[in-house]
């Protein structure tokens, strides 16, 4: 064997080595299943919506960074047939801080889709001002729901009451689990 031939040799075997990794992860990657689409609930009765919503899960996302304790939200119906929100939450220091939007929705009067803003009214034209909320469950008495997006980065669970019972939580939890969101990301809010 000739001095170089020990180098060709592990080159040989790193470059094998390589493509077998790549290989094997190409594969891991292949057998990831593919999400179905997001499914909402069928219809959703607007005006018995509206009212006080306790948040009592999220993905944490940046506009609710201030947010410590008692967030909620408050729905409104508007005469125009839009629907003013009210989002408000305890700061670390206890006081309370808001957001005024709208929502609207897409698709029908029992639609389960909406879209909200919190942009000034003057930017409604613009679609990137919009955020899609889409209902996928909803207690049939209206004392929780879920709401998230297509894509599965925003989620909340929201109560009538600020907190829910435990096995209503979990049984929510198996239910998102089988909807393919990743409960690790689910953080609890404080009362």
Not at 21 to 30: F, I, R, V
Not at 34 to 52: F, I, N, W
Not at 82 to 111: H, Y
Request: net charge positive; aromatic share 10%; glycine share 6%.
């Amino acid at each position: 064997m000739t001095h170089s031939q020990p180098h060709r040799l592990l080159r040989t075997m790193g470059y094998g080595l390589i493509t077998v990794l790549l290989t094997m992860a190409a594969s891991l990657a292949a057998a990831q299943p593919e999400k179905a689409p997001l499914q909402t609930v069928t219809s959703v009765d607007v005006p018995r919506y509206m009212g006080t919503w306790h948040e009592i899960a999220k993905y944490p996302n940046w506009f609710q960074k201030k947010c410590a304790s008692s967030t909620q939200a408050t729905y409104s119906l508007q005469n125009n047939g839009s629907v003013q929100v009210l989002n408000r939450c305890k700061t670390d220091k206890g006081e309370w801080t808001e957001a005024l939007g709208e929502a609207r929705q897409i698709g029908g009067p029992n639609a389960p889709t909406l879209q909200v803003r919190f942009a000034p009214a003057w930017l409604s034209f613009i679609p990137l001002v919009w955020g899609n909320y889409w209902i996928i469950d909803l207690d049939p008495q209206y004392q929780w729901v879920v709401v998230s997006e297509p894509q599965r980065e925003y989620l909340w669970i929201l109560s009538r009451t600020p907190q829910l019972p435990e096995d209503t939580h979990q049984m929510l939890l198996a239910k998102l689990r089988t909807q393919g969101f990743d409960l690790n990301r689910l953080e609890r809010s404080p009362p």
